[in-house]
C-alpha cells in the first residue's frame, strides 16, 4: 500500500516552522510499517528549507521516504499539473475523525 504521510500535527507536534516535540509511537509504527512492504510518501505543506528540515529530521529517525511531495522520486511537474498524491491511505491529524493513535494505525495497516 501507498501512505501518504503528514508531517507537523502527525509526525511532531504543531510547531511551524519549527520542528515540534516527537508524536508518541509515531516513528515507530512508520518503521514497522515500512518493514511490511508500505511505500511512505512525505505529504507535506513545507517546502524549500523547511522540507528539507523535516527530511532529515525523519531520517535522523530511520525513516528515508520513497518519495517527499511526489508520487515518486523525480516526479517531473509541469505548471496546472495537481499536487495531489496518489495514495490508498493519507495518515493526517486534520483528517474528519482527527489523527488517530498510531498503534489503531499500525494494527490496522499493519
Not at 520542528?19 to 515507530?28: D, L, T, Y
Not at 518503521?31 to 529530521?57: F, M, N, P
Not at 525513516?63 to 509541469?78: D, L, M, Q
Request: include cysteine; proline fraction near 3%.
Amino acid at each position: 500500500m501507498i501512505l501518504a504521510i503528514d508531517f507537523d500535527g502527525t509526525l511532531v507536534e504543531h510547531a511551524y516552522p519549527k520542528i515540534g516535540k516527537e508524536i508518541p509511537h509515531a516513528f515507530e509504527t512508520l518503521e514497522a510499517l515500512q518493514k511490511a512492504g508500505h511505500r511512505l510518501i512525505l505529504w507535506t505543506y513545507r517546502d524549500g528549507s523547511l522540507l528539507q528540515e523535516a527530511v532529515d529530521y525523519c531520517e535522523e529517525k530511520g525513516i528515508i521516504f520513497y518519495a517527499v511531495n511526489e508520487n515518486f522520486r523525480g516526479e517531473k511537474i509541469s505548471e496546472g499539473d495537481s499536487r495531489l498524491i496518489k495514495a490508498d491511505v493519507f495518515i493526517d491529524d486534520r483528517n474528519l475523525g482527527g489523527l488517530p493513535n498510531w498503534f489503531e494505525v499500525k494494527e490496522k495497516l499493519g
